[in-house]
């Protein structure tokens, strides 16, 4: 797409032929004015991103390198922090908990949103059902996790309506031990409707001819499925898998708000990397720690990268045309 | 709509049977979070499903008074509405020339401005407590809406980008023939056509500012300064100390949750699609 103010002109010059390697008198100050016109344009939002989002990911990384309390000076400890998380028990939970909601509560999200998203679309009334669905995930975690403390407290709703159908003795949903599980099903059942409702937004546009063909060839409902429906939206599938990627590493009010009467802070058993981070620069009672949380912070930045390269590359595909 | 090829089959049924009892249960859920808060304390562990009998705003009265909640409510507001509006001024030209300009500085830029997406906020969150606290912003409205200000920005202009490429080019070509300067093209010819793609932007990055939680909450402290996710999490840890009162926690929850319902149902659609049509591309 080209167009009359921010075109290049050298495109223009190659497809009228031009034999003039230096452009028609004229082109160079329109050129650079153009060029000015770019850059007064791109410069607010390049200043505000370079100094309000690279700066601090680059002074993050420089501050990880060290060992400092935000008060007195930083002392070297090279890749010392990283070595220390590595050895902390707690932080590989928490690192093991973060990639368990990444991978499990990814692939339970993906397979419950494809369902969703293929029965959603012989519905009547499909909209408002998507629209229902897709709210959650609108909503501060905080909320859910608020509920959730009251939903399944021991004599609460959940239990209650448990005892009423004959199962007496229900488990003690927000003991220690299950908090994990109970926030990796609050996280899927909030962002099911989201996932659910961009696959829908992505299988409409695969035009009707392609089903009606692979119908005429005799294909039965799994083969147009596996043929034409996965196919067409593998694109979406893979970006959708990069955003869940991101979104899953970064959650932080669910787990701190969960249940709601956890005390000032959260077992450490249901904490992910950035509860760990939060906990470990801002701690209640000890000396802040900020070289070892940045150190923290970056790994969940490593891990982003690493699972964007590796899903990028496993789920590449020959781009689909039509 | 694709024309009806038979009835639907059993599982088919059954699942869509699933279906709706997933949608009713979300919407009950919602209905009795809203119902609770009007409820008093007590009542709610003994009759978690009972309805409000004398339905009672004292559990709002108390969030508002005792958590302060009435001036985080406003923070909120301010910071997020500020935050929303200055990202979208800023990004708007920046995706209009990185749509119109395609060459390898632009896409040098697009490419870094979308890198930005992968980054969680964990990563810049202890810098920028550092940074504002140098600039004296620490603990301010302004030194929060600059960081919502820093994060919102990969996101906008990536959305805003997608937007103006869709947006056809001899709309501006006519402008130019006329004479017309770039700034005064994009002002008068682009933007208009584009309000829809703007008001997007902005109600997007309003509903996440409006949510944001770890910034708000290491940021801000002060009562006069915190916004409604800060100040709910700490009326919730003092009610640990001062045993719970479940009525005026939901009442609190409902504060945070009712603008989003109300947001939803009146722009839903759009909300909807901002969200999830960029996504493919």
């Not at chain 1, 007195?72 to 050895?87: A, F, P, V």
Request: aromatic share 10%; hydrophobic share 50%.
């Amino acid at each position: 797409m080209s167009t009359a103010t921010f075109q290049d002109p050298s495109r223009t010059r190659r497809v009228r032929g031009g034999s003039a390697a230096r452009g028609p008198v004229g082109a160079a100050p329109l050129e650079r004015s153009r060029r000015r016109m770019f850059w007064a344009f791109t410069a607010p939002a390049v200043i505000v991103y370079a100094v309000l989002f690279l700066l601090p990911v680059g002074y993050a990384a420089w501050t990880s390198l060290y060992k400092w309390d935000g008060i007195s000076d930083k002392q070297w400890k090279g890749l010392g922090n990283y070595k220390t998380l590595w050895q902390d028990p707690i932080f590989r939970t928490s690192l093991g908990n973060t990639l368990q909601t990444l991978v499990v509560g990814g692939l339970i999200t993906f397979v419950i949103s494809f369902a969703l998203m293929l029965v959603l679309r012989e519905m009547n009334r499909r909209l408002f059902a998507r629209s229902v669905l897709f709210f959650p995930c609108l909503v501060n975690a905080m909320v859910f996790g608020i509920a959730a403390g009251v939903l399944f407290s021991p004599d609460g709703p959940v239990n209650q309506a448990l005892k009423w159908l004959g199962w007496s003795r229900p488990p003690q949903w927000l003991a220690t031990e299950h908090l994990q599980t109970m926030i990796l099903g609050t996280l899927v059942w909030t962002a099911t409707g989201y996932y659910t409702a961009i696959l829908m937004a992505a299988v409409d546009q695969i035009p009707d001819y392609l089903y009606e063909a692979a119908e005429l060839d005799g294909a039965n409902a799994f083969q147009r499925f596996r043929h034409v429906t996965l196919p067409m939206c593998w694109d979406v599938i893979s970006v959708c898998a990069v955003l869940w990627t991101v979104s899953s590493v970064k959650i932080f009010e669910l787990i701190l708000m969960y249940g709601g009467s956890s005390g000032s802070q959260p077992p450490t058993g249901s904490w992910n990397t950035a509860l760990y981070v939060y906990e470990e620069a801002f701690p209640q009672a000890s000396t802040p720690q900020l070289g070892l949380a940045t150190a923290a912070a970056l790994v969940s930045l490593f891990l982003v990268i690493l699972f964007t390269v590796v899903l990028r590359r496993i789920m590449r595909r020959d781009p689909v045309e039509y | 709509m694709r024309p009806r090829r038979k009835a639907p089959s059993l599982p088919m049924r059954i699942a869509t049977g699933a279906v709706w009892v997933v949608v009713a249960a979300d919407i009950a859920l919602v209905g009795w979070i809203l119902l609770t808060s009007l409820r008093d304390g007590s009542d709610i562990l003994r009759h978690p499903f009972g309805v409000p009998v004398h339905p009672k705003g004292a559990n709002y009265g108390k969030v508002f008074a005792d958590g302060g909640f009435g001036r985080a409510a406003v923070n909120s507001v301010i910071v997020a509405v500020l935050s929303s509006v200055l990202a979208v001024v800023i990004a708007a030209p920046c995706a209009y020339a990185l749509a119109r300009r395609r060459n390898r500085v632009s896409g040098a830029m697009s490419m870094t401005f979308a890198m930005g997406l992968g980054v969680p906020g964990q990563v810049m969150v202890i810098p920028l407590f550092i940074g504002l606290a140098h600039a004296d912003l620490d603990d301010s409205q302004p030194g929060l809406i600059l960081a919502y200000l820093g994060l919102a920005m990969p996101f906008t202009v990536y959305l805003l980008t997608g937007f103006f490429s869709g947006i056809p080019a001899v709309l501006e070509e006519a402008a130019v023939l006329d004479g017309a300067s770039m700034v005064r093209t994009f002002t008068k010819v682009i933007l208009p056509v584009a309000r829809g793609g703007l008001i997007t932007a902005f109600l997007l990055q309003f509903i996440s500012a409006w949510n944001e939680t770890l910034f708000a909450i290491v940021l801000t402290h002060s009562q006069d300064k915190v916004t409604l996710p800060v100040a709910l999490s700490s009326f919730v840890n003092e009610a640990q100390l001062n045993g719970l009162d479940w009525g005026a926690m939901f009442a609190g929850v409902c504060v945070v949750l009712a603008p989003m319902i109300a947001l939803f149902s009146w722009l839903g659609t759009r909300i909807i699609q901002g969200m999830t049509v960029g996504i493919g591309k």
